[in-house]
């Protein structure tokens, strides 16, 4: 007999799904696909997300990332996390890896191959991601500005670090992080207005510091496209309904934050479902989600700024590791963190 039923093995889904069974809770999960895929995805997790993890399965396999790399036009700046490491690690390859855990995890039942149809259950996890079935019933609204994300690997990019790459550009912004084994996830994240399909490649051609590393380079993965980005979700519980991970609203990906945020609301979110009082962690997710909300309009300043703007906004000093504060959970987004970032030299 079921006590929870989740929707969706993502990473918010099955992180749910293993905190729940150990508390005892009989959990049946569905995921619509048979074998966990690739999702339109820049594939990194920030170290407040590998913390919570780490404290309820461990740390997935890939490489270990000391923080970030910011490039807008000449001007390149570095920036350490404060405190733990981010980690890079293939959609295909997390989701099996936690899908892996929770099936082998008592109480829980993993459906894979199986879309969820409603059976009258008592309480059910929307973890179905940003086209959550629940938006239904609970609403969902897209963010402004409207954006596009692409995503792909390439093997053959030089110059690979320990910090995820992040190139402004007046359209949108590119990712670069390694996925190991000399491959590289390459995500393009851009306005609608600017968007185009061949946006990846087009970009490695036009920022010259991309154009001399990626000379040589290989696709080794399909080009998978994901619209519109941003999205609000103003209620995310409801009558027997709990919504989680991107279907409880989902950040601008330029805030790195979507993984992380799913896995550290599965505490919250787990106590809420044992003690039947939802209010709590609905007031903790949606101040989590107006946090990345804001650190990504900020953020979406940079690259929307012209190229000498942007130059100016990455000279100074606190702007990179104040962000990453935020980034991580450290500081909130408020006037006094604009401030502080903004009027730095
Ligand atoms: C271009 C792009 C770049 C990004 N870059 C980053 C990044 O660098 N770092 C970061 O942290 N985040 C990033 N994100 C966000 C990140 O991908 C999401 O926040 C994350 O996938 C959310 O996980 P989830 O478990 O909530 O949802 P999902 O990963 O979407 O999982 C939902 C699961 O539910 C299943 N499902 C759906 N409907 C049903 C149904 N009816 N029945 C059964 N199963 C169902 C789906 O098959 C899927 O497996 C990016 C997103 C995009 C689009």
Known sequence: MTDVTIVGAGPAGSTLAIALARQGVRVTLYERSKTPRLKACGEGMLPHGVAALRELIGVPEGPRMRGLRFVAGDV????????????????????????????????????SGTAYRPLGERLVVGADGRRSMFHRTLGAVPSFPRRVGLSTHFAGIEGLGDRVEVFFHPDGELYLAPTGGGEALVSALFYQSAFRRDG?????????????????IEQTTPLLACAPLGLRVPRIVGEGVL?????????????????????????????????????????????????ADRLGRLLLKIPRANGRTARMLLRRRALVPTLLDVAVGRRAMNARTVLRAMCSR
Request: cysteine-free.
């Open 243 to 291: 919504l989680i991970g991107d279907a409880a609203g989902a950040p601008d990906p330029i805030t790195g934050d979507g993984i992380a945020m799913a896995v550290v609301s599965v505490k919250p979110a787990a106590e809420a479902i044992l003690s039947g009082d939802f209010q709590a962690y609905e007031r903790i997710r949606l101040d989590m989600g107006r946090n």
């Open 200 to 216: 990846i490649v087009y970009l490695l051609n036009a920022i010259p510091e991309l154009r001399a590393r990626a000379s040589h």
């Open 76 to 111: 390149s700046v570095e920036a350490d996390f404060p405190e733990g490491f981010g980690v890079v690690v293939r959609r295909d390859r997390f989701d099996g890896w936690l899908r892996d855990a929770a099936a082998s995890t008592p109480n829980v039942d993993l459906r």
